[in-house]
């Protein structure tokens, strides 16, 4: 195949498809708007699960870098009542399907596997048009442009390259997530760190939930969900750490101090992340020369899939134009084919997930559902 590549995003999915296709002998460039690799922070801990995202990085030939970056322990899971009381706590033995790492250290890892001048950085879309003929001209915010005859739109939720293929766009759904960092938790909040435990601590009420991950080191990461609409939120001036954290507690009013400390021994600013989807069976008619892969193709709602549907897509692409190397039409069809179930399947279950979290009967209801997932 001599068609060079053009893929929209330096994310874990379109790293990974450039990563396979140059494991295949493909040209690829891969245009980022990020200044540079550490232009910010890349998010916390991502279980990569043996069904999907460790599927793509066999298929990377990145596995044992990978198991080099594995935080052992952090599969350990807790369910806490809103007193503080452990309602399970499962250990982590070594066993289970789903590692978890540092997304940015998993990012660097696939950026290190590509030769040199792949990603170019500082290029944020600012267009894209048809050309004709299977060609598009991408143009970026500088005002240089490429002509590419098989563009990816590996570029997230609100995607420049979705409209070639989809009127589609992201809309809330209902939930949004409230995220802080507790840094030197044993040493500096020693109550909250034992309820967080060795992993995740999931704390789930109706209409709210409030978790936390132990990352690297002493690092908690909290996250709180609530089942709230926006203007909810338009209420709470988040420019106010210290009144938006409060505001926020208000919520767990009555809670055990150390889940709701939390919230309010932050170390960072508390970030709002308003929850987005496209719909459940989005979909789209061939269109030639380009596709999608991750959140540009099929965002859902954070479910803990998001990042390794991403990495599996990019890695089924990259092998479905390896092995069509004269059908570039041929093998865009074979992954789509593929892709539109797999990716309505994961949405399915992850509005399951939330309607588990929120439900009156939260705690009880979680616990089975971790239960169901161990059996797997």
Not at 58 to 81: K, N, S, T, W, Y
């Amino acid at each position: 195949m001599t068609t060079h590549v053009t893929i929209i995003g330096a994310g874990l999915g379109g790293l990974t498809l450039a990563r396979v296709l140059h494991l295949h002998g493909i040209p690829t460039t891969v245009y980022e708007a990020e200044s540079s690799p550490t232009a910010r922070a890349q998010g916390g801990l991502l279980d990569i699960h043996d069904y999907n995202g460790q599927l793509a990085l066999q298929d990377a030939d990145l596995m044992d870098e990978f198991r080099g970056l594995i935080l052992e322990g952090r599969q350990q899971c807790r369910v806490l009542d809103r007193d503080g009381t452990v309602l399970l706590d499962v250990a982590d033995d070594g066993t289970g399907g789903r590692p978890e790492v540092q997304r940015g250290e998993l990012r660097q890892m696939l950026l290190d596997s590509l030769p040199a001048g792949t990603v170019r950085w500082g290029h944020k879309v600012s267009g894209v048009r048809a050309l004709g003929g299977g060609r598009h001209e991408v143009t970026f915010a500088d005002g240089s442009t490429v002509a590419t005859s098989l563009l990816v739109g590996a570029d997230g939720a609100w995607s420049r390259v979705r409209p070639l293929l989809s009127d589609a766009v992201p809309e809330y759904v209902g939930v949004s997530i409230v995220e802080a960092y507790l840094f030197d938790g044993d040493t500096r909040h020693p109550a909250t760190a034992k309820a967080v435990g060795g992993g995740a601590m999931f704390a789930p009420a109706s209409g709210k939930l409030l978790g936390a991950h132990r990352e690297s080191g002493e690092t908690l990461h909290c996250y709180v969900m609530l089942f709230k609409p926006l203007e909810w939120f338009a209420g709470i001036d988040f420019n106010d750490p210290a009144s938006a954290a409060a505001r926020i507690a208000q919520e767990f009013d009555g809670w055990a101090p150390e889940l709701t400390a939390l919230i309010t021994n932050g170390d960072t600013a508390p970030v709002l992340r308003p929850a987005n989807a496209l719909p459940n069976e989005h979909r789209w008619d061939r269109v030639p020369g380009v596709t999608l892969l991750g959140d540009a193709a099929h965002l859902t709602a954070s479910n803990g899939e998001g990042a390794n549907l991403a990495m599996l897509d990019g890695a089924e692409l990259g092998k479905a134009l390896a092995a069509h190397p004269d059908d570039v039409e041929a093998a865009l069809g074979e992954y789509e084919r593929a892709m539109f179930p797999r990716s309505a399947a994961a949405a399915t279950e992850g509005a399951l997930f939330y309607e588990t979290v929120f439900d009156d009967d939260a705690p009880q209801r979680l616990i089975e559902m971790f239960g169901e997932l161990k059996e797997r």
